[in-house]
């Protein structure tokens, strides 16, 4: 039996990889299975839920048309405990029988800047984490975690392994790998190093599913309908889509015998993803929460919120993904209307606080390279720029503490944060922040787009709920 061992247990992953991995064995496929843990010690009841069902739990999926249906996941074998030396997860790493190391720790998790670099400065706990590795203990970050799972492995000679991402993240395995060896190189491990590079592979990926965070009323659902008690029941839409780049060294599941679409590159399939999808997704997210929305749908069958949407896209990302140079082999005026429709799904109830989350990561992975783009080529802005004049609109509220929920964000310094916000100029202060645009930071063209959005966005505000979008600011 060959086996993945997948780092972050949670709500995705459960209702994307290890469904594949599920069908593959329902066909009779039973080469491969999933050994999960997680490198904090989060969802402990979830775990302990986990680890007393053996690992099985039960997936509602929803339709658009509000139709539901009930599988039982019996992919996960092994339920890893948190330890903090991450002894369980050292154990799996370090066995010959494990084929893939694959992880989902969200796009803020890998601490990279515009030019792809580790954000040393910017970042303590990585920081923290490299000395912790370096003083001989168990790294909690992705890159120390995976120092210290390689480094067992390569102890053991127990063979080749491919490191898969399966994460919003543009290039994913290119890039963290590229972080890998960042923080391999700032240890001083040269061994590590050459051993990395010779018995190990990094396959690009496109991964979409939209998952809401469980609530109680999902497992109620299960329980009515299969009779199961279970508390670690979860949900997701009847969309589910996964790309890989066939890169893997030592072996992988037979993916393409389930709907895995298995490429030489991901490149088309993860920009139109990343622009259309999780962009208008986030644009969404933050323009509910301002006029007072609790879910995403609410705010895609908006009128206004959803023609912010759909002219983003419309008008600025296609024109830049499919030209005569370069042809989308997507129809993406259809996946556009498609991606729409999954986000009018009230049967989902996503909410704005899980959409919303880690801004800092999005407008530099998801909404920057549009503006990037079409200023390289000299053509307006308009649409795209009302993205990050959501957002800011957005920060400014959570400054004033006048967001309806916590907001989360990994990439935020809060320090930086309450600064743009507090500044004479909130907008020149956004647009200075390299952290947010990279070489695009305090473009004169950007500062006038968005400031000229953020008017926007005070009249949309005004207009659907009486009060001025910076009155609590």
């Not at 990561?361 to 080529?377: N, Q, V």
């Not at 063209?445 to 400031?451: F, G, K």
Request: with cysteine; proline share 6%.
């Amino acid at each position: 039996m060959n086996t993945i061992l997948h780092l972050g247990l949670g709500s995705f992953h459960r209702a994307h990889q290890a469904v594949y991995v599920h069908q593959l064995r329902q066909l009779g496929d039973t080469g491969w299975s999933i050994a999960a843990g997680n490198l904090r010690p989060d969802m402990l009841d979830t775990i302990a839920t986990l680890q007393a069902q053996g690992g099985a739990y039960t997936l509602e999926t929803v339709t658009p048309q509000g139709e539901r249906s009930y599988t039982r996941i019996t992919s996960i074998d092994r339920v890893l405990p948190y330890q903090p030396d991450l002894a369980p997860l050292v154990a799996v790493a370090a066995d010959p029988a494990t084929r893939i190391i694959s992880f989902t720790v969200t796009e803020a998790g890998y601490y990279l800047d515009a030019a792809n670099q580790l954000d040393w400065a910017s970042f303590p706990d990585l920081r923290a984490d490299l000395a912790a590795v370096k003083a001989g203990q168990a790294g909690h970050t992705l890159y120390g975690s995976l120092v210290t799972l390689l480094r067992a492995r390569m102890a053991a000679s127990a063979g080749p392994v491919t490191l898969m991402n399966c994460d919003n993240l543009r290039h994913n395995g290119e890039r963290s790998r590229s972080g890998l060896l960042q923080f391999i190189d700032a240890l001083g491990d040269g061994p590590l190093m050459a051993w990395v590079d010779s018995h190990t592979s990094s396959p690009n990926g496109m991964v979409d599913r939209i998952t809401p965070r469980p609530t109680p009323e999902v497992a109620e659902r299960v329980k009515a309908a299969t009779g199961v008690d279970d508390p670690a029941a979860l949900m997701g839409e009847s969309f589910i889509q996964w790309v890989i780049e066939d890169n893997f060294i030592a072996g992988r599941p037979e993916w393409e015998k389930v709907g895995v679409d298995m490429v030489d590159s991901v490149d088309a399939f993860e920009e139109a993803k990343i622009r259309l999808l999780n962009a208008t997704h986030s644009c969404i997210a933050w323009a509910g929460t301002l006029v007072g929305y609790h879910y995403i749908h609410e705010g895609t069958q908006h009128a206004v919120i959803r023609r912010f949407a759909y002219d983003y896209v419309t008008d600025d990302v296609i024109p830049v993904l499919h030209t005569p140079e370069k042809p989308c082999p997507i129809n993406l005026p259809q996946y556009r209307d498609v991606v729409l429709d999954r986000f009018s799904n009230p049967a989902l109830a996503d909410t704005n606080q899980r959409v919303a989350m880690d801004g800092f990561s999005k407008i530099p992975g998801f909404i920057a390279p549009t503006l990037r783009e079409r200023l390289a080529r000299g053509e307006t802005v308009d649409s795209v720029a009302m993205l990050p004049a959501l957002f800011l609109a957005y920060l400014q509220r959570w400054h004033a503490g006048d967001i309806a929920y916590t907001y989360q964000d990994q990439a935020m310094k809060p320090e930086v944060a309450q600064a743009i916000c507090e500044a004479p100029d909130p907008v020149a202060a956004f647009c200075a922040d390299a952290t947010l645009w990279g070489e695009l930071a305090g473009d004169a063209r950007l500062v006038d787009a968005v400031r000229r959005a953020r008017e926007r966005v005070g009249r949309f505000v005004t207009a659907h709920t009486g009060v001025s979008a910076t009155a609590a600011a």
